[in-house]
């Protein structure tokens, strides 16, 4: 029961991790064409902490599968 209830989260914080990693240079592009600020070190953080999330949600989900086996 548990390990279902983890690999269903598992799931989507992978699939949320790839909407933001898509979303965040998508802004920075609409905001640059908006000719607002932009301040590029924001998304540059942002990206590089979804990043280590990323890996982080790989390396999870690739010990649960082998604790399962």
Same mark, same amino acid.
């Given at each position: 029961m548990?390990?279902?209830?983890?690999?269903?989260l598992?799931?989507?914080s992978k699939y949320l991790y790839i909407?933001?990693?898509?979303?965040i240079?998508?802004?920075f592009i609409y905001e640059s064409y908006q000719r607002d600020n932009?301040?590029?070190m924001i998304?540059?953080?942002?990206? =590089?902490?979804?990043? =280590?999330l990323?890996?982080?949600t790989q390396y999870s989900t690739s010990?649960?599968?082998?604790?399962e086996k």
């Open positions: 548990k390990s279902k209830f983890v690999y269903k598992l799931v989507i909407l933001i990693c898509i979303s240079p998508i802004v932009v301040d590029f998304y540059i953080h942002a990206f =590089i902490i979804f990043s =280590i990323g890996v982080l010990n649960f599968f082998e604790k």
